[in-house]
């Protein structure tokens, strides 16, 4: 099985800056993109950020500038610094990986159990 274990979120005030850690763990062969997402209170998951294992990047608009994703492939891990926070920034954000687990198997996205961001005005 593949895990996706998120940590560093937290409470920070507006301004703030914040570190999010993702590390796959579990038998795979080898890991694709990677991405972050999040969903806030009566609202639909939206994407923030993804990475390609050769580094090409995409963020959402409200998220550039402030935002930077970043991965280890050799540690299966990737980061999401964000910084200048913003109470709007509040949310469950989640990671995901395209994993290919066997080299018959197609890639599959798996997901994280979330970690929660709030931003205090």
């Known amino acids: 099985q593949v895990q996706l274990v998120e940590s560093g979120g937290g409470l920070v005030q507006a301004g703030g800056s914040l570190r999010l850690s993702c590390a796959a763990s579990g038998r795979f062969l080898s890991v694709n993109a990677m991405g972050w997402y999040r969903q806030a209170p009566g609202k639909q998951r939206e994407l923030v950020a993804t990475i390609t294992s050769g580094g090409s990047t995409n963020y959402a608009d409200s998220v550039k500038g402030r935002f930077t994703i970043s991965r280890d492939n050799a540690k299966n891990t990737v980061y999401l610094q964000m910084s200048s926070l913003k109470p709007e920034d509040t949310a469950v954000y989640y990671c995901?990986?395209?994993?290919?687990?066997?080299?018959?198997?197609?890639?599959?996205?798996?997901w994280g159990q979330g970690t929660q961001v709030t931003v205090s005005s």
């Open positions: 995901n990986a395209d994993v290919r687990r066997f080299s018959t198997y197609p890639y599959t996205v798996y």
